[in-house]
């Protein structure tokens, strides 16, 4: 049976979005619970500013304290130095940088240009192939951007050999609002595979449109292999405005064993982890 990697993004991608506080150590205990799902990567910390993502705040405590499964990587998002340092010490086994394909998404994500979001992950990238640890590379808004409308498949296919150049060794590809359809994703992928080989390439698709089931059918096409979900399709980015639902885990695991793809989790735990998730961000709007 043909595999499919899910990369298991909520503790981070899903709770980012959740306006009151999470208490870290309700934090560590889905991430814990996730660790028995059987997922290869977890994304569970993001050292950014806390002034810009507060419930971020405590990624380091977040590290510190889960219980590590063996075989898992466990991953934070790093927009700078002063992040790379600070998922450094909390021992983050891989780190991703994120950029956009769009310039207003760049200004409203990461205050700066995109051309100068890339300048200031190069000492990111030199410093973490120094370190030994491997970066992920996200693109946001691959085929529309909140600000700037639909997003030119030539843009991303330029930023996603940019980042593989300066050493990403995956490059997921956001569907940061939702809006993206089969079509749309394909006319991207055409694009961007010409620059990228798929066994480099993850699909991220928010599902604020209903659409990322197609959309990772369509993808799954194109020969992308890894896909980006968030347990009970917590989240979002706040930085995109109507971009809340990133894509189920346990739909997108359930779509795929329908389909005969094996993803090596477990259903019971991922169901679960769901639960905990809910149960997190009951209340929330
Ligand atoms: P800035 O204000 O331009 O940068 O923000 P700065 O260098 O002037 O720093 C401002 C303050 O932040 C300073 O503190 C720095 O020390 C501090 P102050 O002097 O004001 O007290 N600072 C930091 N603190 C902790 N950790 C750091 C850090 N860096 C600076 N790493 C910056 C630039 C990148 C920091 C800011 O824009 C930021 O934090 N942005 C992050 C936004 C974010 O996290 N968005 C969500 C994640 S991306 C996403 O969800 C999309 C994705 O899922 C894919 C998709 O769906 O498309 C990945
Ligand atoms: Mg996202």
């Known amino acids: ?13 899903g709770l980012q979005n959740e306006k009151r506080f999470i208490a870290t150590q309700d934090k560590v205990a889905l991430v814990d619970c996730l660790s028995r799902a059987g997922f290869r990567r ?4 993001s050292f950014v500013s806390p002034k810009w993502v507060p419930q971020m705040a405590d990624s380091g405590d977040v590290l510190r304290q889960i219980t590590r499964a063996a075989g898992v990587r466990y991953a934070a998002l790093t927009p700078n130095l002063i992040g790379l340092e600070a998922a450094r010490a909390a021992r ?7 950029a956009s394909a769009s310039e207003g998404f760049s200004r409203a994500n990461l205050n700066c240009a995109i051309e100068e979001s890339l300048q200031r992950f190069a000492p990111v990238m030199q410093a973490a192939a120094q370190a030994g640890i491997p970066v992920r590379g996200y693109i946001s808004c691959v085929t529309d ?3 700037d409308g639909a997003t030119p498949p030539p843009a991303v296919a330029r930023l996603a ?13 956001g569907d940061t609002i939702g809006r993206a359809s089969p079509d749309s994703i394909s006319a991207m992928l055409r694009a961007v595979l010409e620059e990228v080989p798929a066994d480099q390439l993850a699909g991220h698709y928010h599902d604020t449109g209903g659409m990322a089931l ?6 799954l096409e194109y020969g992308v292999r890894v896909f980006d979900a968030a347990v009970g ?14 894509v189920a885990t346990e739909a997108v695991h359930e779509w795929l064993a329908g389909m005969g793809w094996q993803t090596g ?10 639960q905990l998730a809910r149960g997190l961000c009951e209340g929330e709007g």
């Open 1 to 13: 049976m043909s595999k499919v990697e899910i990369f298991e993004v909520g503790p981070r991608d």
């Open 42 to 45: 977890i994304e569970v910390a």
């Open 92 to 98: 983050a086994d891989e780190v991703a940088v994120f």
């Open 145 to 147: 951007c909140p600000f």
């Open 161 to 173: 050999a940019q980042l593989r150049a300066m050493g990403c060794y995956e490059i997921s590809l």
């Open 214 to 219: 197609a959309n990772i059918e369509a993808s």
């Open 233 to 246: 399709g917590l989240g979002g980015c706040p930085y995109a405005p109507g971009a809340s639902g990133n």
């Open 265 to 274: 989790l477990d259903r019971d735990v991922l169901a679960q982890a769901a």
